[in-house]
């Protein structure tokens, strides 16, 4: 069964200091998403990335946030200036169309800010 | 402005008997929706989905209801198993692909 892998699993970082998490969708998707789940509260949208340009974005996902994808297989989500608030689990996700066919999620990034 | 509504934060059912997760929207432009599933430090897993234009989609024990006119879908799961305990997301998609989650039920399946 085809997976997204993300990497790392947990990032302990220091407020103020940039993290980039890292996904490798499934090879034959063409659809890409970011989404995070603060502790205790539902999974929100931050971003969805098609063609290589996002598609759209939450008001989350302000000038602090970027995402890439470098070469043909990782999607990253770069955090420049992180702040307490953004202690939350990150979830890459992608699918091949836009369907009835729902995300393949990833495990997960746990991000916590101190 | 919540626009997928899960107003059951949990559920306690008997194995064999029937879950039923209950969801609400407010748009009624969104195309499909969908059901996950997740367990705790995993990401959400894609369980059954279902067309704006259809009212029932079936896979296995998991069927899935939508009320168009009531703004209203509901996963029923028949019967139960303690493995199915984990929570539950309803989501919405719209044409463009944005999923937007529910808060989650929590499903409780006792042996």
């Known amino acids: 069964e085809p997976e997204v892998t993300q990497t790392p699993s947990h990032q302990v970082t220091q407020m103020g200091q940039e993290v980039i998490l890292r996904c490798v969708p499934i090879?034959?998707?063409?659809?890409f998403y970011w989404y995070r789940q603060i502790l205790g509260q539902k999974v929100e949208f931050l971003v969805s990335f098609y063609n290589n340009e996002i598609s759209e974005k939450s008001e989350i996902f302000d000038d602090q946030f970027s995402v890439e994808r470098p070469d043909g297989s990782n999607f990253t989500l770069k955090i420049r200036s992180t702040k307490l608030e953004d202690s939350a689990m990150y979830f890459c996700?992608?699918?091949?169309?836009?369907?009835?066919?729902?995300?393949?999620f990833g495990s997960g990034t746990r991000l916590t800010v101190v | 402005d919540q626009q997928v509504k899960q107003n059951s934060p949990s559920l306690s059912v008997q194995e064999g008997r029937i879950s039923i997760l209950n969801c609400d929207y407010t748009?009624?432009?969104?195309?499909?929706f969908l059901w996950y599933k997740k367990y705790p430090a995993e990401g959400p897993t894609f369980l059954i989905s279902?067309?704006?234009?259809?009212d029932k989609n079936e896979d296995g024990r998991f069927t899935v209801f939508l009320n168009k006119s009531a703004k209203h879908l509901s996963l029923h799961i028949v019967p139960s198993q303690p493995g199915d305990s984990a929570v539950y997301f309803c989501?919405?998609?719209?044409?463009?692909?944005?999923?937007?989650f529910g808060d989650g039920t929590t499903l409780t399946v006792k042996p």
């Open positions: 989501a919405a998609d719209s044409n463009a692909g944005k999923s937007t």
């Open positions: 748009n009624s432009m969104f195309d499909y």
């Open positions: 090879s034959n998707h063409l659809y």
């Open positions: 996700a992608s699918r091949k169309t836009v369907s009835v066919n729902g995300y393949t």
């Open positions: 279902i067309s704006s234009i259809k």
